[in-house]
């Protein structure tokens, strides 16, 4: 797969795109989860209720919200990829994370679920052919492809992973930058 092309996506996922290193996305993706896992797994339960400031999310709720933003992406690439014409709706992130419960769920549970649901949509993703990772449709008033989705998957995954060491992790230790 070729990286998505700037007129692929609304440039607000710019940053995200650009967190994607390499030219396989696939082997990323798979990579990636294994190096996610391994990372979320060192932290321990009491530290993922961790919030470095009051109106901030704990770990458990980024981890969370990785969870619900990949069930939404791959849901949008597979409508996308399936010629869906209606528009799809956008989302209140705030809102999932905090009704999504995450504060009461073991932590090490919420980590094996976010390895699931990658394990779930690699399968899908490897099934899209070049027509369909080139299609396109309107999602939240926006034009954007199957391949930018697949992209911003992993590219908002690496996003929130590196808040978690810089903003969380580092102020946890008294390391703030």
């Not at 798979?30 to 530290?47: C, G, N, P, V």
């Not at 209140?92 to 976010?114: H, I, M, P, Q, W």
């Not at 449709?137 to 995954?157: C, E, P």
């Amino acid at each position: 797969m070729l990286r998505p092309d700037k007129s692929d996506y609304n440039p607000y996922y710019e940053g995200y795109i650009q967190l994607v290193t390499g030219d396989n996305i696939i082997q990323f993706l798979e990579e990636q989860k294994s190096k996610t896992e391994k990372f979320l797994r060192a932290i321990s339960e009491q530290d993922s209720l961790y919030s470095y400031d009051k109106d901030k999310w704990t770990i458990k709720q980024v981890v969370g919200h990785l969870i619900d933003s990949e069930r939404i992406m791959a849901y949008r690439a597979l409508c996308l990829a399936r010629k869906e014409q209606q528009p799809l709706p956008g989302f209140e992130e705030n809102d999932y994370a905090v009704t999504g419960n995450f504060n009461s769920r073991k932590y090490s549970g919420l980590v094996d679920e976010l390895k699931l649901v990658r394990d779930a949509n690699l399968p899908l993703i490897r099934s899209f052919d070049e027509e369909m990772i080139s299609q396109a449709g309107i999602v939240n008033d926006n034009r954007i492809t199957v391949l930018a989705l697949v992209f911003i998957i992993a590219g908002h995954q690496e996003h929130h992973i590196k808040i978690i060491k810089e903003r969380y992790l580092n102020k946890m230790k008294g390391n703030e930058s």
